[in-house]
Each structure stands twice: as C-alpha cells, then as structure tokens.
C-alpha cells in the first residue's frame, strides 16, 4: 500500500467492521493512506446492529473479552483515537456520512 501511496494513487484503509487492535495499529498506517473510513458491526450491519446480534455477535465478543469494543459509541472511541494521530479531515464515520468518494 504505501508503495502505491508514494506513487500517487490515492488510498483508504476501511476499518471494517472495527475489531480489537493494538495501541500501535495507527503507527501501521502512517505515510500510506489518504482516508481512514470506520464502521462498526454495530452501525454498519445494515440493520442498526439487529442482524450483528442474530449472528451472536455480543456473545463472541464477550466470550473473547472483548465486550468493551461492541460497546455502542466504540466509532467515538475509534474516531478520537485516529483523529489523535491523523488530519481529522482524512477520517470518516459511516454513521456520520455516506460512504466518501
């Protein structure tokens, strides 16, 4: 990715659906992306997180210990973490906007 970045194509890292990641992940993404684009299995299911919860995904997460990252607002959480490293202008929500070109 970052050498098709350094070439000028323009790229995006879609944080899809946002799983547990380590506090280094945004160190991962300097100097290669254009765009961070953060959706959660809450607010991207289609469903405003019904068909997540079908799956059993509250459940799994739980189970792994890692019911802090299926908490409701975790797209605050995700999006203040990378706007605390990153231009908040490359950074975008899908429960905020429609999916940027």
């Given at each position: 990715m970052k050498k098709i970045n350094d070439a000028g194509i323009h790229t995006q890292v879609s944080i899809s659906p946002?799983?547990?990641?380590?506090?280094?992940?945004?160190?991962?993404?300097?100097?290669?992306?254009?765009?961070?684009?953060?959706?959660?299995?809450?607010?991207?299911?289609?469903?405003?997180?019904?068909?997540s919860e079908r799956l059993g995904m509250p459940q799994l997460f739980d189970v792994n210990g890692?019911?802090?990252?299926?908490e409701k607002s975790i797209h605050l959480k995700v999006e203040k973490y990378f706007k605390a490293r990153f231009p908040s202008e490359i950074i975008h929500v899908s429960k905020n906007s429609a999916y940027p070109f």
């Open positions: 946002v799983l547990p990641f380590s506090p280094n992940f945004a160190n991962m993404l300097q100097g290669i992306t254009d765009r961070i684009w953060i959706d959660t299995l809450l607010i991207g299911d289609g469903q405003m997180g019904m068909r890692w019911d802090r990252w299926y």
